[in-house]
């Protein structure tokens, strides 16, 4: 077995993040490898944030809290500036979409949620945890707008990172023969 392999079947969702969070040297190393995405054409249709420190992660829990609006209740914004603060780094994947006569809007988020993958292996092979996470936050246009994204972007997900707190069951994993099947049958 490759220790690609390996890593890859030893690979688990992490909710559980503390610091510290990846330094420098080790993001470089992770995000090197998320732009060895599958890329037709190469246009490079991806690109991060990266957003850690109490204030900048304060800021995103008040940007996610904004969603609420004028009749969201305090219980709801907190519940939602929390979010934020789950691990002591967040990376927002933005797939960055470019008109190309080949290569439409599909294929482009594709390899930006490629990319997205390629990171969260990278780091969690560098002994960090992570959990990509998408959800509301991710397709409401108030936080595309508070992030800066272009009208031709969109957020591929949120990859929360930092150092495992505590190990957590393992998940049970389908069975091939429920998901591949050989064809023609």
């Given at each position: 077995?490759?220790?690609?392999?390996d890593?890859?079947?030893?690979?688990?969702?992490?909710?559980?993040l503390?610091?510290?969070?990846?330094?420098?040297?080790?993001?470089?190393?992770?995000?090197?490898?998320?732009?060895?995405?599958?890329?037709h054409?190469?246009?490079?249709p991806?690109?991060?944030?990266?957003?850690?420190?109490?204030?900048?992660?304060?800021?995103?829990?008040?940007l996610?809290?904004?969603?609420?609006?004028?009749?969201?209740?305090?219980k709801?914004?907190?519940?939602l500036?929390?979010?934020?603060?789950?691990?002591?780094m967040?990376?927002?994947?933005?797939?960055?979409?470019?008109t190309?006569?080949?290569?439409?809007?599909?294929?482009?988020?594709?390899?930006?949620?490629?990319?997205?993958?390629?990171?969260?292996?990278?780091?969690e092979?560098?002994?960090?945890?992570?959990?990509?996470?998408?959800?509301?936050?991710?397709?409401?246009?108030?936080?595309?707008?508070?992030?800066?994204?272009?009208?031709?972007?969109i957020?591929?997900?949120?990859?929360?990172?930092?150092?495992?707190?505590?190990?957590?069951?393992?998940?049970?994993?389908?069975?091939?023969k429920?998901?591949?099947?050989?064809?023609?049958d």
């Open positions: 077995m490759t220790a690609v392999m890593a890859l079947l030893k690979r688990s969702s992490e909710p559980r503390v610091a510290p969070a990846p330094d420098q040297s080790t993001l470089d190393k992770a995000f090197a490898c998320a732009a060895r995405a599958p890329d054409a190469l246009l490079r991806w690109r991060y944030l990266v957003i850690e420190g109490e204030e900048a992660l304060d800021a995103l829990g008040e996610f809290a904004a969603t609420c609006g004028d009749d969201g209740t305090d709801e914004r907190s519940k500036h929390k979010k934020a603060l789950r691990a002591p967040v990376i927002v994947g933005i797939a960055s979409y470019q190309h006569p080949k290569v439409p809007e599909i294929e482009q988020s594709m390899s930006a949620a490629v990319g997205m993958g390629y990171l969260l292996l990278a780091l092979s560098a002994g960090f945890g992570g959990m990509w996470r998408t959800g509301a936050m991710a397709y409401n246009p108030m936080i595309a707008r508070g992030l800066g994204l272009d009208d031709n972007e957020i591929t997900g949120f990859l929360y990172t930092g150092s495992v707190n505590e190990n957590k069951p393992g998940v049970p994993r389908p069975e091939q429920d998901f591949v099947r050989r064809w023609p």
